[in-house]
């Protein structure tokens, strides 16, 4: 994940959703700390694994949750590309359990970044795609309306 080479990385990815989350976990909080999280590739390449698997130890769940909050809310440039990764992995692991994220995530004022709420509107319930569907994101707006239907 901490290479230039970026299809060495999804290869890694798709390794690594295969291993044990238990044996992983540990592995991969540490390199988090020590470095991904200021690694703009491997940020991202880190949350999108996250989503891939499905079954993490509880005990990891919350610091998952908190790394995977703080990708979504970050205003550094260089970590846009995870903002929506992060909303697909919470909706991939059932961590949205606040319906008010929704609402934030699907709202163009305050999610500006569009891809963003395109992200929510592919996850999101039904109930919570109206908003989306008068988006003034073209992309966005379709989005909602396929998901709605």
Do not use: C
Request: hydrophobic share 45%.
């Amino acid at each position: 994940f901490f290479g230039t080479d970026f299809s060495r990385s999804y290869l890694a990815l798709q390794s690594l959703q295969k291993r044990s989350s238990v044996d992983l976990w540990p592995l991969l909080e540490k390199r988090w700390d020590e470095e991904a999280h200021n690694d703009y590739g491997a940020h991202y390449f880190f949350i999108r694994l996250f989503g891939l698997i499905s079954r993490w130890p509880d005990s990891a769940l919350p610091r998952i949750e908190e790394i995977l909050l703080e990708a979504i809310a970050t205003q550094r440039p260089q970590f846009m590309k995870s903002k929506p990764a992060a909303i697909l992995s919470m909706a991939s692991l059932g961590l949205i359990t606040d319906a008010s994220a929704w609402g934030a995530w699907l709202d163009p004022q305050s999610t500006p970044f569009w891809e963003s709420r395109y992200a929510a509107a592919m996850v999101a319930p039904r109930e919570f795609l109206d908003v989306a569907r008068e988006d003034p994101n073209p992309f966005v707006a379709a989005r909602a309306d396929f998901a709605g239907n």
